[in-house]
């Protein structure tokens, strides 16, 4: 990337409003997204990087951290800046040199996108398993109604049979009554 395609830390802050010294430790702390150069003790950031600086703020802006932060742009995917044109305008980097550095770079996202799908999984299988709790407790409580229901129903039909035991001697003594009274007392127990 040629110099030309940056611009200095007050032109960024005129162009986004956050402080040079706050871009600065922007860069320090987060330097890994924000392409820069370094000339003597000057910094100078690529113009494209404007937004990040922007979002890292907004960030900030929500209470988080710095690792709250780092993980957060991991997880959105804006992690490591790789310059190619600094990259192969080297003399000292040689092809398998080369090979060998994007593989490193693919590697290391291969193993985010990993640890991006596991934590996907494990979030979908607490989901699921939540969701059987709830079906559980909520079977368990049909079934307690329902075992209760039939508790009531049994009780009812207990109290049925008395009524009907009761019912069958109030007849018994009324037929008893309904006889003559010479039949009651030459009665043949």
Request: glycine share 2%; net charge neutral; charged share 40%.
């Amino acid at each position: 990337m040629k110099l030309e395609d940056h611009i200095t830390l007050s032109e960024a802050e005129q162009k986004t409003g956050v402080p040079a010294r706050t871009i600065r430790r922007y860069i320090q702390k987060h330097g890994q997204y924000i392409p820069f150069e370094k000339q003597d003790r000057k910094y100078m950031i690529a113009e494209y990087a404007l937004p990040m600086i922007t979002k890292i703020r907004e960030l900030y802006d929500q209470g988080m951290t710095v690792a709250q932060v780092d993980q957060k742009l991991d997880n959105d995917g804006d992690s490591m800046l790789v310059e190619v044109d600094r990259v192969t305008e080297s003399s000292a980097m040689d092809g398998k040199k080369l090979k060998e550095f994007f593989q490193a770079v693919l590697n290391e996202h291969d193993k985010k996108l990993d640890q991006k799908v596991k934590q996907s999984e494990e979030r979908i299988l607490n989901q699921i398993q939540e969701e059987q709790r709830q079906i559980y407790n909520s079977n368990q409580l049909d079934h307690q109604k329902t075992r209760k229901k039939l508790e009531e129903e049994i009780a009812n039909i207990e109290e049925i049979k008395k009524l009907n035991k009761t019912i069958e001697e109030l007849r018994n003594e009324m037929k008893e009554l309904k006889k003559p009274w010479w039949k009651k007392i030459f009665r043949k127990d």
